[in-house]
Nanobody, 116 residues
Framework: EVQLVESGGGLVQPGGSLRLSCAAS????????MSWVRQAPGKGLEWVSG????????NYIDSVKGRFTISRDNAKNTLYLQMNSLNPADTAVYYC?????????WGQGTQVTVSS
């Protein structure tokens, strides 16, 4: 059974940082691209970032370029999203997804709230 478990969300002040993690199990993690998407309150899903299976290729939505960094540790079956210079517009539930650019399985999400 494919499982994706996100962690690392929380409340942070504007300008702060958080690192999200996604622990994957039930599939061969190192052979899949992975993605992060988010859903802000009252809004639709927004793709944030993706990384290819080897970690060599990465992509980001324009609004997070230079602030967010996606990475992965295939030995630990874990996906990361380092988020710096956070602002209130980044407030959302962040989901880890299997696949990039296309994706299927989702995690349960982790809440990120940026507020003073």
């Amino acid at each position: 059974e494919v499982q994706l478990v996100e962690s690392g969300g929380g409340l942070v002040q504007p300008g702060g940082s958080l690192r999200l993690s996604c622990a994957a199990s039930g599939f061969s993690f190192s052979t899949y691209g992975m993605s992060w998407v988010r859903q802000a309150p009252g809004k639709g899903l927004e793709w944030v970032s993706g990384i290819y299976s080897t970690g060599a290729g990465k992509n980001y939505i324009d609004s997070v370029k230079g602030r967010f960094t996606i990475s992965r540790d295939n030995a630990k079956n874990t996906l990361y999203l380092q988020m710096n210079s956070l602002n209130p517009a980044d407030t959302a539930v962040y989901y880890c997804l299997r696949g990039f650019p296309n994706y299927d399985h989702w995690g349960q999400g982790t809440q990120v709230t940026v507020s003073s």
